[in-house]
């Protein structure tokens, strides 16, 4: 059986072949699967791990000021537990963990419930280069007292997973598992099988071209909005530049692509590429 990718996609393919879980768009995907999040999660935290609830790509609101779309969001038991994937060492700083935290407890906690019923929020950022820089495969990080060292029982642990690091482990094995392209490759079973899906299955395979296609226009369309706020300072011209260029660099950061892959993936035609390119690297 053949797949079939309507014209002007054919391109697909070739990028679903390139995918790791380290680009957080496939990530994503792979994790709508409970039974993944849980054993991962069972390895990354070396406990039992029982999800009440699962959302891949949660998207938390705040009227006041920033949003967040997350990778993954779990419930187990009274924990709440964020999955990030950070390619970008500017995207894993600690201050980021700690907005991610306040949404999570602001969206999680319930008017008049009382303070010690707040439920614990555990953020985990995978990261492909060591971004603490001690050299360790694992970073727990919790809150001490100064004066004395012991715990202060606050409810929030940030975890740092330092991907680089691929010992022969189980954690080890589960970081050199997010860098593989070929389901073949893969250690774990429960990640191979979800991989191999949407790689080699064709139904799969289908699948992530729909999921592609609208991640494209979604990129295309934020592009878009932003490119509408700057052009009414810069010009119309301008600011549309400006927000593509924007949607190539998400492309890159998120998804290891080439300048020039970025640029086919948003249909930029072949004679305007130039102007990008030339945008891009000055």
């Known amino acids: 059986m053949t797949l079939f990718v309507h014209e002007g996609n054919t391109d697909y393919l070739d990028s679903i072949a390139r995918?790791?879980?380290?680009?957080?768009?496939?990530?994503r995907i792979v994790f709508k699967d409970e039974?993944?999040?849980r054993q991962f999660?069972?390895?990354i935290l070396d406990r039992k791990v029982d999800i009440i609830e699962c959302h891949a790509q949660y998207d938390i609101n705040n009227i006041l000021g920033r949003s967040i779309s997350i990778d993954v969001l779990v419930r187990d038991g009274d924990d709440y537990i964020n999955i990030e994937v950070q390619r970008d060492t500017?995207?894993?700083h600690p201050k980021r963990a700690r907005f991610h935290g306040s949404l999570i407890d602001a969206n999680t906690s319930f008017p008049n419930e009382q303070w010690d019923k707040l439920p614990n929020v555990i953020i985990i950022f995978?990261?492909?280069t060591d971004v603490l820089g001690y050299g360790l495969p694992i970073y727990h990080i919790c809150s001490i007292i100064s004066e004395n060292t012991q715990w202060f029982k606050e409810g929030r642990e940030i975890i740092y997973v330092n991907a680089s690091i691929q010992e022969d482990t189980a954690l080890g094995r589960l970081m050199h598992d997010m860098f593989c392209t070929d389901p073949k490759d893969i250690h774990y079973e429960f990640l191979r099988k979800r991989v191999r899906y949407y790689k080699e299955n064709e139904g799969g395979k289908r699948k992530m071209c729909e999921i592609w296609e609208e991640i494209k226009n979604k990129g295309k369309l934020e592009?878009?909005?932003e490119g509408e706020s700057i052009g009414k300072q810069a010009g119309?011209?301008?600011?549309e530049i400006i927000g593509i260029l924007k949607s190539i660099r998400k492309l890159i950061a998120k998804?290891?692509?080439?300048?020039e892959e970025a640029l086919d993936f948003l249909d930029i035609p072949k004679d305007e590429q130039s102007k990008y390119i030339e945008k891009f690297t000055s």
């Open 255 to 259: 998804n290891g692509y080439t300048l």
């Open 35 to 37: 039974d993944v999040v």
């Open 41 to 43: 999660l069972e390895i």
């Open 223 to 225: 592009g878009l909005r």
């Open 236 to 239: 119309l011209a301008e600011g």
């Open 126 to 128: 995978i990261t492909e």
């Open 90 to 92: 500017k995207g894993a």
């Open 19 to 27: 995918l790791r879980l380290m680009d957080d768009d496939f990530m």
